[in-house]
C-alpha cells in the first residue's frame, strides 16, 4: 500500500515536471514569437542604450520627409472629405509597410462645418446717393486668386469660418482691434460707441477667434468680420507678397474654427462623451455654437470696408498697415453706407478617422508613449499639419526599422493621426473620451507635434513641468540644422533655443535656459491634459517673434503649399528632420529608460512659482478682505518639499528592482492625474486640470490655477450687485486650489507615510 502511494506520488511528480517544463517551453516559444524576447535598451540598464539612440538620429532622412509632404500636399484635404480619407489611406498604409502592429482605424461620426460650394459667402458694402440705398458699392472675393498652378482644383473650398451661424444679418461697421475683452470695453464704456446690432469687423491676430466671436456675442455685434492686416500678415510690405515670398498677399484670407476650446473641445453634438455608434447627440440648437454669423476676408477685401469710416480715430496700437485713416465707426461718412453679410456655411453630420499604430513594449507593454499629429488641413496643408505629418510618417519608420534590427522599447510607443483637429480638436476628444479609463491608467506621456516648421528662428516647445529638463537634454543631442548657427559654435538645437528665446528671472535678467510656456489649447494636446492628466509637450521649429507677426503669414489660406515650403520655410528639409530627431529622442527616452526620466522637483518649483505669482497679484486684495493665503502657501511649499524628497528617492532607485521602479514610475505618471477635478472646472466640465488650462479669455494661452485666475477676473469687473456674490466664489476656487496641492502632495509619499 505505501509502495502504491509512493508509486502514484511519483507519477504525479513527473507529471507536474514535465507539464511545467513543456509549459515554459511553449510559453518561451510563443513570448519569442510575438517578439518579446527582442532586446529592449531599458530592460535593466537605468538609461537608454546609447547606440540605439545615435541610431535612431542617423536614421531620419529629410528626402523621405520630402517625399511625403510632396504627396500630403498635393490636394486638399478638408476633414470628412474624399481628400482627407485619401491621406487616411495612405498613413494606415505606410505605417502597415514599415511594420507598426497592429495599426487602427477609428471612425466617429460627428458634426462637421462646411460653405456651400454653389452659394458661397460673401459681405456686400451698400449704399448710394439719390434714394439709392441698396446699390452694392462692393462684394467680397467668393474665392482666394489663383497666384500658382497647383492652386487651380476643383475640391478647393472656398474662406469660411467653422460652425459660423448661417444667415443674413445687415447693419453699421464697428472696427474692434483685435476683438478682446480690452478692445471692447474701450470702445463701450470709455468712447461710448454704439456696438449692440452693427456689423463689428476684427483683425486676427493676439488670441484665438472663437474667443473674438464669443466677446462679438456679448456686446451685442450682429455679425462679425474677420480679417488678416497686413501689419500682422505683411509685415515686410504688400509689395513683395506670395509667391514671391512668404508674406500674405491681400487675396489671402485665414480660415478657421470657431469652437471655443477653452471650454472644452471635441464633437458638438457629444459634448463629455465620444461620438460612437450608440452615442446620444443633443440637437445643434443646444450646440455650443455661435449665435451670429462670421465670416473671414483678406485686407484687400476688408480695405474696401474700412475706407471712409465714420467715428473717432483710433489710438496709435490699433492701427494696421492698410493705406486708410482707421476709424471706430459706427458706420461710414457716407451715411447712406452699411454692411450685408450672405453666409451659407452650414453644418451635417460625417465620418472622421484616427489612425493608431503600435509598438509594442517587451517589457512594460501596457504603458504607452504617445506620438501624436492631425491629419487633416483646410486646403493644402503643407505647414499646418502636412510638415509634422511628414515627420511623424519617417518617425515611425525609423523606429520600425530598429524593431527589425533586434531593438524594441521597454514600453509601447503609439502613433496617432488625428482626424477633424481644424474642426476644433475633435478626433484625439473623441478617442480619449472613448477609451479615457485605460489611458489614464497607461499613457506616460503624449508628445504632439502640429505644424512641425513653420520658420528656422528656433525651436520653440510648450510642455508641463515634469518634461522640461528632459525637452533640454534632449534638444542638446540632436544636431543644429542652422548652418549659420554651427559656424558660430552653437552645435546643438539647445544652444540657439537658450539664446533666442531665453527665459527670464522676474527682474528680466535671462536664466541661461530656453523659455517653455505651459501649454494652453489649439491643438491635440488638450483633451489628454485638460481631459485625463497627461503630462505633454508641443514641439515646433518656429518663426523669429521681433517680426512682430501673429503667426506664419500664409496660415490656413490656400497658399500654403509645398512650394511654400520648399521655397521659403525650410528648402533642405534640414529643420524637419532635426524634429524628427528630437521628437524621437524625447520618445525614446520616455519609452525605454527603467526610471522614468521626469524631473519631479521642477513641478514643486513651477508651482511655487505660480503662487506667488497670485500673491504678488492679488495679495492686497485678499489682505483686504481679511482672507489668509496661508493655507494655500503652507500647501505649495509642502508640495514643493514633497516634489525634492521624491526626485531624491527616484535618483537613489536600483533600476534592476523592477516593482520598485514600477512603484514609482507610477507616481511620477499619476501625479498630473492628481490635479484632475472629475466634475470639471466652472462653467468647464470638459476642462478638469485644476492647475493647467487655457485662458478663457484666449483658449491659445496656458494659465496656473485657471479657476481661481478665473473668479478674481470675474470679481474684479463685477458690478456692486454681484461683487459679494463673485467674492465668495474666489474663496471657493482658493479653497478647491489648495486642497488639490495637498492632495498632490500625498501622492507622492511613501506606501504608508501619507
Known sequence: ???????VAFLVLSCVVVGLGLGFVIGYLAFRNTGHWMKSSGDIEHVVDETVSRRLL????????????????????????????????YIHDHWMGVGLDPVKKFPYKVLLSSPDINHPSFIELHGGNGGHRDRVLYRTQLYEKILREEQNQSDVVPPFNVYSKPGVVQGKLVYVNYGRFEDFEYLKKKKKVQIDGTICIARYGKLFRANKVFQAQTYGCAGLILYTDPADYAVAGTDTVYPYSWWLPGTGVQRGTLKKSSGGL?????????????????????????EIPVHPIGYGDARELLSGMAGEEVPEKWRGMLNITYRTGPGHVNRDRYVKMNISTHSYLGTIENVVGFIEGAVEPDRYVIIGNHHDAWVFGAVDPSSGTAVMLELARAFAKLVSEGWRPRRTVVFCAWGAEEQGIIGSREWVEQFGHLLSDRVVA?????????????????????????????????PNPDDEEMKKGRKTVYDTWALRYSEKYPN??????????????????????????????????????SLGISSYPLYHSVYETFHLYKTFIDPQFKFSAALGQLWGELALRLADQAVLPFRVEDYGHAVEGYFGEVETRFGRLFSEKNVSLDYFRSAVKSFSLSCERFQQRANDIDPTKQILVRQVNDQMMQLERTFIDPPGLPNRPAIRHVLFAPSTMDSYTGISFPSLADSLFDFEHANNETKAHRWEEVKKQLSIATFFVQAASASLSPPTHF
Open 446 to 478: 503624449y508628445l504632439n507635434v502640429d505644424m512641425g516648421v513653420q520658420g528656422r528662428h528656433a525651436l520653440r516647445a510648450r510642455a508641463l513641468p515634469m518634461l522640461k529638463q528632459l525637452i533640454f537634454d534632449v534638444a542638446k543631442r540632436v
Open 1 to 7: 500500500m505505501a509502495l502504491h502511494v509512493r508509486m
Open 508 to 545: 528680466n535678467t535671462a536664466t541661461g535656459k530656453p523659455r517653455v510656456p505651459v501649454l494652453g489649447s489649439g491643438s491635440d494636446f488638450a483633451p489628454f491634459v485638460g481631459g485625463i492628466g497627461v503630462t505633454s509637450v508641443d514641439l515646433r521649429f518656429h518663426y523669429d517673434e
Open 266 to 290: 471635441g464633437d458638438p453634438l457629444t459634448p463629455i462623451y465620444p461620438s460612437i455608434e450608440s452615442a446620444y447627440r443633443i440637437s445643434e440648437s443646444d450646440a455650443e455654437l455661435p
Open 58 to 89: 542617423a536614421e531620419i532622412n529629410p528626402q523621405n520627409i520630402k517625399e511625403h509632404l510632396r504627396f500630403l500636399t498635393s490636394r486638399p484635404h478638408l476633414s470628412g472629405t474624399e481628400g482627407d480619407r485619401r491621406v487616411v489611406g
